[in-house]
């Protein structure tokens, strides 16, 4: 079966997952951005590739990142962007999702950029919608967060320039992470010899290795010698019971500390999607420490989404 966020071409006329994207178009995508990020140095940091169309940004989940660098980057592009919003909308009085959507194509949109808690509703959206219309998920439930992927990606080869002799952690809730999923994919694909994840059992989903990763439950023993960590935010909004006995013992054993960082090679790069949770998932000597990249992935994230926008709509 086709990939439905590629056309007949293979070109990307969506961008739904990152899973079973072709190491080309993901490479597309962090070379365009590349040539983008310049941009941000401009006085004037706008190119007219967007020029008339019109941008929604349908965030149905709360965001500061993604929403924002989202539509930092299609002003940067120049097209006209409107921020629906949603516990404003006719949504609150019980519309249906896909009614939203036939109303605002009505409206003449040309792309939507998506966060919904169902996993799956963007790609519901790009079904449904008509050929010339874009759908750009910006995360669904714990299903994927490509562009988060993405501007991962791009950090990673900002700092370490080549994918084929790392070994990357990633430290923290996988079961519920969308990131986590949506890295691993990109990762894999782009040749990483080894993805860890690190995490309790009861953070892990089941069959984890048949994604490519080897699995640690043991902090220590899962960091040694690694080049990049990245660190995974407790997801409690998204967790049923207790699966874990609390923040404290979590830190204990998961939280990234000065000592536990030592373990990875000298090098090594810290991550973090955000938002953070300092003192349960990462102290904040490590967060705010010379080996963090974290906000340099919310700057990258900006000519990231630039890219996608802009290949997605053929500009
Ligand atoms: N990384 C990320 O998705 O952050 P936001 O929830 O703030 O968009």
Same mark, same amino acid.
């Given at each position: ?9 293979? &070109? ?6 990152? &899973? ?24 004037? $940091? ?24 989202? &539509?930092?980057?299609? $002003? ?37 950029? !998506? ?24 995360g669904d439930g714990r299903h994927a967060h490509p562009t988060q992927g993405l501007l991962d990606m791009y950090t990673i080869r900002h700092y ?18 969308? !990131? ?38 043991? %902090? ?7 080049? !990049?960590?990245? %660190? ?19 830190? $204990? ?63």
């Amino acid at each position: 079966m086709r990939n439905p966020q590629l056309n007949r071409n293979g &070109e990307l006329t969506h961008l739904l997952s990152i &899973e079973g994207l072709p190491r080309a178009v993901i490479n597309h995508v962090l070379d365009t951005a590349a040539s983008y990020a310049p941009l941000a140095e401009n006085e004037v $940091k706008k190119v007219p590739l967007l020029h008339g169309k019109s941008v929604f940004n349908l965030f149905f989940e709360n965001s500061t990142r993604t929403r924002t660098t989202f &539509e930092i980057a299609a $002003k940067r592009l120049s097209a006209d962007v409107y921020n629906l919003n949603i516990n404003a909308s006719s949504a609150s009085k019980g519309e249906s999702l896909l009614d939203t959507i036939n109303n605002l194509s009505a409206m003449q949109a040309d792309l939507f950029v !998506v966060r919904h808690a169902s996993s799956g509703a963007p790609h519901l959206i790009a079904q449904h919608v008509a050929p010339h219309i874009h759908v750009i998920n910006a995360g669904d439930g714990r299903h994927a967060h490509p562009t988060q992927g993405l501007l991962d990606m791009y950090t990673i080869r900002h700092y370490k320039k080549d994918f084929t002799n790392l070994t990357v952690a990633i430290v923290g809730d996988v079961l519920h992470s969308r !990131v986590a999923r949506s890295d691993i994919h990109a990762l894999t694909t782009l040749g990483v010899p080894e993805v860890r994840v690190i995490a309790p059992l009861t953070l892990l989903p089941a069959g984890m290795e048949s994604l490519g990763v080897k699995v640690f439950t043991d %902090m220590a023993e899962g960091l040694k010698g690694v080049d !990049v960590i990245i %660190m995974l935010r407790l997801q409690n909004e998204r967790m049923r019971g207790a699966l874990l006995p609390s923040a404290q013992e979590y830190f $204990k054993h998961y939280g990234l500390t000065q000592d536990k960082l030592a373990l990875a090679a000298p090098d090594a790069i810290v991550m973090h999607p955000g938002p953070m949770n300092r003192g349960v998932e990462i102290d904040s000597s490590v967060a705010d420490g010379k080996q963090a990249v974290i906000l340099n992935q919310v700057t990258f994230g900006i000519a990231v989404r630039m890219a996608v926008m802009s290949i997605v709509a053929g500009a």
